[in-house]
């Protein structure tokens, strides 16, 4: 059979012909794009003619499409639908990816191409092209010399291989460690919606008439907020906070160790004073104090604010509060003193009426593009749904993927990626994808969101605008293919909407009765808005300052005994706090273990809300929902890429630099 990979597909956009593609095709063809791909780069070096920015970085530009091709949907099953062929072919491309890009990035002959360029006629994003691909080589190792170009090689085959086998054990312990319960009593408080999945969660693993609390990948689980057995809560919080450091098969502490040297001597390889600077360098945040100063201004407000609230949960509670106890009486304390029940307002978020008249309304409004489901394009799973989005005029603009529910072989949390890049000079047009991890209702019985999910789907679909509306020339600057601290800007803006009147009005809907959400209701969720923001500062910086303080060490530093140095670490950084694990744990901190991916760089969460924050002011200050203003943020920003510094594009929406103070009065931290 024809592989389908070696061509490009005739599907739509270019959407991967899925069902036809087997995991042997994908070993070929990855195969084929890596020797194809140095072969490219070969003619490009060996090019005689002087160096043009025709003949070697548009050249470059147009180099590899075999490989990418292959490389995007190969890594889209590996984090959402991985079979057992896929993991074991993960286990063996990986290094090698990771040897191509050494390959090519020191590869001298073809950076003295790139240096001899002439830039002085180039337009903007020319230029910055040149000058981007200059800064790669330059950060990837060109200037070592030939025994230090060897060394890099080594430890960056060895800390890919460390992060897919980090991957890999924390998705296998995540299933391993969800919680098996016998009696439905035990469930006691949870949505008969819940338990319903529950019982269909342990069905399908073979446990016929018990139940199962699977787990998602942040320490703090949603069923705590509602369980009212004590004990079961207590269970459940341990088996989610003891992921990975349980010295069992999956324990991941060992890989940590591993990672942690490597990455302290790749930075001191490449003449940094440890990991987080060299990341840093990367980043639109100036410089590694910068970072510093910014959390540590933070961390004691939130800390005190988390103080307050332990204080009212624990009198709620009538006894001595415990780390499982915190969500179930932070939820208590929440009906009680806003009338507010997260769990009793599930029933007016219903999936399909929240992506229909919720999310794309809101795009709709804004940019005035469209969204038609096609029935007749298939994805990588039953599950994945396939919508054709157009501009406002008609023409085409791009496919979006929903990819919803959670299953055993996809990774925890929620993403999004590209299957195909929009460029100008290829004439691709994008195709993007959403990952959730929704628990899937029994057949029949409709899909009901939390308030953390109904956000988790606005603001990952914010990711999608950014690679829907790229209009770039070049490849490399593509939608999301900005700094890691810029990139979830757009995708936090997009949160906006999810109260705003208009939008709210129009899917927040009784999913049985059609009833509006009452006005009542949004206006006790108004008032309680700051309610638990001492918690979620606290649990999210306990995460960030972790990651930075494994990235801030040298090779000596790397303790042996992880859980101690973490202990030490959120001490030191003022956010240990008994009741408040970070969000992530190091024994399950896949963002910044399971590769490079947000290594010293959690952070940028917080960063980019900054820049966010000031953007919601700016849309109220201007008349919200309108298509004016969509279509300016469009144009100035989300379909900027990487074509220009994304903070001139955040100058050019907002007239001026960003400041700090519309975050600070968002989460309570004045």
């Known amino acids: 059979m024809t592989n389908p990979l070696m061509s490009p597909s005739p599907l739509p956009f270019g959407l991967p012909p899925f069902a036809d593609i087997t995991a ?25 003619e002087p160096a043009t920015f025709e003949n070697t970085v548009l050249a470059m530009e147009r180099s590899g499409q075999l490989l990418q ?45 790139f240096a001899a360029v002439p830039t002085d006629q180039l337009d903007a994003e020319s230029a910055r092209l040149v000058d981007e691909y200059l800064k790669e080589f330059r950060q990837s190792g060109i200037q070592l010399d030939d025994a230090g170009q060897e060394r890099l090689k080594a430890v960056n085959a060895e800390l890919s291989r460390l992060g897919t086998e980090f991957g890999q054990r924390v998705k296998e312990a995540m299933k391993a460690a969800s919680l098996l319960l016998d009696d439905a009593a035990e469930l006691a408080g949870l949505p008969a919606d819940d338990v319903a999945s529950a019982a269909e969660a342990a069905r399908t693993a073979g446990h016929e008439g018990k139940y199962l609390l699977t787990l998602i990948q942040p320490s703090n689980q949603p069923a705590l907020a509602a369980l009212d057995n004590r004990d079961v ?56 104090a910068a970072v510093q100063t910014m959390m540590n201004r933070l961390a004691p407000a939130a800390v005190r604010n988390a103080d307050a609230e332990a204080e009212a949960l624990a009198e709620a509670a009538g006894h001595p509060l415990e780390a499982w106890d915190w969500a179930y009486y932070s939820a208590k304390v929440k009906r009680e003193r806003y009338a507010v029940d997260e769990q009793a307002l599930r029933p007016y978020f219903e999936l ?46 791009g ?28 004439g691709t047009r994008p195709v993007v994808i959403n990952n959730l991890n929704i628990s899937k209702p029994p057949a029949g019985e409709p899909t009901l969101l939390t308030l953390d999910e109904l956000r988790t789907t606005f603001h990952e679909f914010g990711h999608a605008l950014h690679g829907l509306f790229s209009a770039v020339t070049y490849p490399r600057f593509s939608g999301t293919s900005v700094p890691r601290d810029f990139v979830e800007y757009p995708s936090q803006v997009n949160e906006m909407w999810i109260m ?17 959400l009452p006005l009542e209701v949004v206006d006790k969720l108004d008032a309680a808005r700051l309610w638990g923001e001492g918690f979620g500062t606290t649990e999210y910086l306990g995460a960030a300052l972790l990651d930075l303080a494994w990235h801030v060490l040298d090779g000596s530093e790397v303790p042996e005994d992880v859980m101690e140095f973490e202990a030490k670490a959120l001490a030191a950084a003022g956010v240990a706090h008994h009741l408040i694990p970070p969000r992530y744990r190091t024994g399950y901190f896949q963002h910044i273990f399971a590769g490079a991916g947000y290594a010293a760089g959690y952070y940028s969460y917080i960063w980019s809300e900054v820049l966010d924050a000031e953007t919601v002011e700016w849309f109220k200050d201007n008349g919200g929902l309108t298509r004016a203003n969509g ?27 960003a400041g700090l103070e519309p975050l600070l009065k968002r989460r309570g931290l004045e």
Not at 26 to 47: K, N, R
Not at 257 to 283: C, I, M, P, S
Not at 371 to 380: I, K, M, N, P, T
């Open 24 to 48: 042997e095709h994908y070993a070929e063809a990855v195969d084929a794009g890596l020797a194809g791909h140095l072969a490219e780069i070969q003619a490009i070096v060996d090019t005689p």
């Open 69 to 113: 091709r292959a490389a995007a949907s190969f890594y889209t099953l590996v984090s959402a639908d991985a079979s057992d062929a896929i993991r074991s072919l993960e286990t063996v491309l990986s290094p090698r990816f990771s040897a191509h890009q050494d390959a090519v990035y020191l590869n001298r002959g073809l950076y003295e191409r």
């Open 233 to 288: 809560r207590r269970r459940l919080y341990e088996a989610s906070v003891g992921r990975g450091s349980d010295g069992s098969a999956l324990d991941v502490l060992d890989l940590v160790k591993d990672t942690a040297r490597l990455r302290a001597e790749k930075a001191a390889l490449l003449g940094f004073a440890n990991y987080a600077e060299l990341v840093v360098d990367q980043q639109t945040a100036p410089d590694f």
């Open 352 to 397: 399909d009426r929240v992506l229909n008249d919720g999310v794309f309304f809101a795009a709709n409004a804004l940019y005035g593009i469209t969204f038609h489901e096609r029935a007749d394009l298939a994805g990588y799973h039953p599950d994945v749904r396939v919508w054709e989005v157009r501009n406002a005029d008609g023409t085409e603009l």
């Open 399 to 426: 496919l979006f993927l929903g990819d919803y529910y959670t299953r055993e072989s996809k990774r925890g949390g929620a993403w999004m990626n590209s299957l195909v890049e929009q460029s100008g000079l290829l």
């Open 500 to 516: 705003w009147p208009e939008v709210l009005a129009n899917y927040a809907r009784h999913h049985a009765t059609g009833e509006a």
């Open 631 to 657: 279509d300016f943020f469009r144009a100035e920003l989300l379909s900027r890429g990487n074509s220009r510094d994304p903070l001139e594009s955040f100058r050019a929406f907002r007239g001026r630099d």
